[in-house]
């Protein structure tokens, strides 16, 4: 099971409103539709032109690609919050006036522990 899926479970798990998915993979967007995401599409913009949208509360990137994070900014409301979970050792931006003017919260979260990888390892 992926990571985005997983974050959708986790967000309906802890009852959160409003759940949207993105990938490039149509079977994936519907399978986020399935399990309870409210919306998916396939692209940023597909939320920025839409005139009643007025940003999101957190993001959590799963897809750990290198532009994805400067396009996540764009969807955040002011004090929202950046979740990175998806791994990648490639650089990546974002444009400072969107994280200071947005006060916008930029977090790593990385789900294992130095006990659970040796247990893994073993």
Do not use: W
């Amino acid at each position: 099971m992926d990571l985005g899926v997983l974050a959708i479970l986790i967000g309906k798990g802890n009852q959160q409103a409003d759940i949207l998915g993105t990938s490039m993979d149509a079977e994936r967007l519907h399978l986020a539709l399935e399990i309870g995401a409210k919306k998916t599409f396939m692209s940023p913009e597909d939320n920025l032109n839409d005139e009643a949208f007025s940003g999101y509360d957190a993001v959590n990137d799963c897809f750990a690609h290198p532009s994805v994070p400067a396009n996540a900014a764009k969807l955040l409301k002011r004090g929202g919050q950046l979740v990175l979970v998806g791994i990648n050792n490639s650089a990546f931006s974002v444009a400072m006036d969107q994280v200071v003017r947005g006060e916008i919260t930029i977090n790593g979260s990385y789900g294992i522990t130095r006990k659970n990888y040796e247990e893994v390892r073993l």
